[in-house]
């Protein structure tokens, strides 16, 4: 089994800054893409920031110049940095991944349990 475990989630200002991180851990044989999304109150859960396995990014258009994905394949994490951060980007971050498992060698998408970000004065 795999499991991806959030953390760094919390309160902050507006204007200040968070940063993520998620571990996958379990029967790993390689991640391709890894990312992040979010989901607000009352809307659809949507992609935040995408990595590829070779350091390819692509980010949604809002949060441009302002986060930073970034990876690390030998210890199977992901971060997001964020900086300049405004209370639109309030919501619930999740990690997700697509894992090749040892166990069997198939692909398979996995997601984390989710991290609160609030963005409040």
């Known amino acids: 089994q795999v499991q991806l475990v959030e953390s760094g989630g919390g309160l902050v200002q507006p204007g200040g800054s968070l940063r993520l991180s998620c571990a996958a851990s379990?029967?790993?044989?390689?991640?391709?893409?890894m990312g992040w999304y979010r989901q607000a109150p009352g809307s659809q859960r949507g992609l935040v920031a995408i990595i590829s396995r070779g350091g390819t990014t692509n980010y949604v258009d809002s949060v441009k110049g302002r986060f930073t994905i970034s990876r690390d394949n030998d210890k199977n994490t992901v971060d997001l940095q964020m900086n300049s951060l405004k209370p639109e980007d309030t919501a619930v971050y999740y990690c997700n991944a697509d894992v090749v498992r040892r166990s069997d060698q198939r692909l398979q998408n996995y997601w984390g349990q989710g991290t609160q970000v609030t963005v409040s004065s």
């Open positions: 379990g029967s790993i044989l390689s991640i391709h893409n």
